[in-house]
């Protein structure tokens, strides 16, 4: 790389240039793409990197038989850290990699079902920040488990596979969206109309008499009803005790001509965990311990005993510290960890560039993004990284030819959000956030560049290699 006297920073397109470089990219977002088809609710991406993981010899035993060093441990099947030991001791510290895995929806209510004119519905009530608008009018799909009375569990995924029916909320026609029109977002989609229609056929009464009859008050729900009772065997209480997610229905696709993006619901933040988990299992030998963590509820605050906020990863890297270095204490080990906050950064909008301040906002094809802090108005709950420990990442990155840029998130006044950083880095460890930017980010269908997905690999295996 030319150095000049002033900054700028470097397409990953131009530095990935190379006809064999180039192979690789593709080959790998065709990979990336299947994993966000399969993936698209916390349970199944846990369940993805519990089986790559074990695959790859990884082991739920802490104790005497990690002597591969390789342990892995899910938790309720939505967060799950995984360790790699390496040669030097453990009391030096881990070099981390921490991702969400959960993302943005609409949740079934635990009392979902109402029949309103025509139709039975699903109530929901959306998890994360949603733009509410663009879950109308499109097909989704749902996922995720009823837990039976005899404490059974059930896994649903309709709407995904070809010749499954899809599910859907209806929209407002113009013809009748004059007042609409004029209303705030806010006013115009209201949560309580986030109703995903189910069914549409009444229970006909086969009797004579009925004949020429409407149908009774509640003829589709109950009619649909019937339906889940022959498909799955359950009842309207079994509902009650179910986690079911509305997520946009149909696989990820490549998007443009060139096939240099890719588009799927779920990059933020699946797009760090896939490329974290391909560096944790791609990376050379080394001296350091290595191990990432995905977890859960980062899109609601990180608490919940799956989230961030909860002591998971703490007791892991006790049970760790009593597996791999007995006499230990496991907070020497975080306090000298090192850790990558890998997070989605928002992509400067071509259509909406105003909102971003555009010398320090992340550009598509420019390589993973650093924010050295999150937080917003004057870094208010920001956690932000020593320039040390900054300073040190963009030397390994230059010496290695790896692109990487550095951005916050919008401009001062307007912008901001947090990570799982701060979690991190209340163990007093060096973290800072490090993630490919994203386009559309939160939406039915969110944007990231190739190029951008094959830098990130490269910058976490260097980071678990260093
Ligand atoms: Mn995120
Ligand atoms: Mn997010």
Redesign the pocket.
């Known amino acids: 790389m030319k150095k000049t006297l002033a900054y700028k920073p470097q397409s990953a397109w131009q530095i990935y240039a190379g006809a064999q470089e180039r192979k690789k990219m593709e080959a790998l977002a065709a990979r990336y793409i299947d994993f966000l088809t399969r993936c698209k609710t916390e349970r199944e991406t846990v369940d993805y990197v519990r089986e790559r993981l074990s695959q790859a010899g990884y082991s739920e035993d802490f104790g005497a038989k990690s002597g591969n060093g390789r342990v892995l441990r899910p938790l309720r099947g939505k967060a799950l850290f995984a360790a790699r030991r390496g040669k030097e001791p453990l009391g030096k510290g881990l070099a981390l990699i921490a991702a969400?895995a959960d993302t943005p929806r609409l949740d079934l209510k635990q009392r979902p079902l109402v029949e309103q004119p025509g139709v039975a519905q699903a109530k929901t009530h959306y998890y994360g920040g949603i733009r509410k608008y663009q879950w109308l009018a499109r097909p989704l799909a749902l996922h995720g488990v009823i837990i039976r009375e005899n404490g059974q569990s059930l896994s649903v995924s309709i709407g995904e596979k070809p010749g499954e029916p899809v599910f859907c909320i209806a929209d407002l026609l113009p013809h009748l969206a004059r007042k609409q029109s004029a209303q705030t977002l806010s006013e115009a989609f209201e949560a309580e109309k986030l109703n995903i229609i189910l069914a549409h056929s009444p229970k006909v009464e086969k009797k004579a008499k009925n004949e020429g009859k409407d149908a009774p008050g509640e003829a589709v729900k109950e009619q649909l009803l019937d339906l889940l009772h022959k498909k799955y065997g359950i009842n309207e209480e079994d509902l009650i005790t179910a986690e079911l997610q509305a997520v946009p229905a149909g696989p990820a696709r490549f998007v443009g001509f060139d096939k240099a993006l890719v588009g799927g619901y779920g990059q933020?933040?699946r797009i760090c965990v896939f490329t974290a988990l391909e560096a944790l299992l791609t990376a050379k030998d080394g001296p350091r311990n290595r191990a990432v963590i995905f977890w859960d509820k980062?899109?609601i605050g990180s608490d919940g005993a799956t989230g961030a906020a909860s002591r998971f990863f703490q007791y892991c890297v006790e049970d760790l510290a009593r597996a791999w270095a007995p006499g230990t204490p496991a907070s020497h080990v975080l306090l000298r960890s090192r850790a990558l906050s890998a997070?989605?950064q928002a992509a400067l909008d071509p259509d909406f560039q105003e909102v971003h301040e555009k010398q320090n906002a992340a550009q598509l094809g420019y390589g993973p993004c650093f924010s050295k802090f999150t937080g917003s108005r004057g870094k208010y709950g920001a956690s932000e990284a020593d320039a040390e420990f900054f300073g040190e990442l963009r030397g390994l990155y230059n010496a290695k030819g790896i692109p990487w840029q550095s951005a916050e998130l919008g401009k001062v006044d307007l912008g901001g959000g947090g990570?799982v950083a701060l979690f991190l880095a209340a163990y007093g460890m060096q973290v800072i956030d490090l993630g490919p930017a994203v386009l559309s980010m939160h939406s039915p269908f969110e944007l990231a560049s190739c190029a951008d997905l094959y830098a990130t690999l490269q910058a976490y295996r260097a980071f678990l290699e260093a």
């Open positions: 969400h933020d933040d980062e899109e997070d989605v990570t």
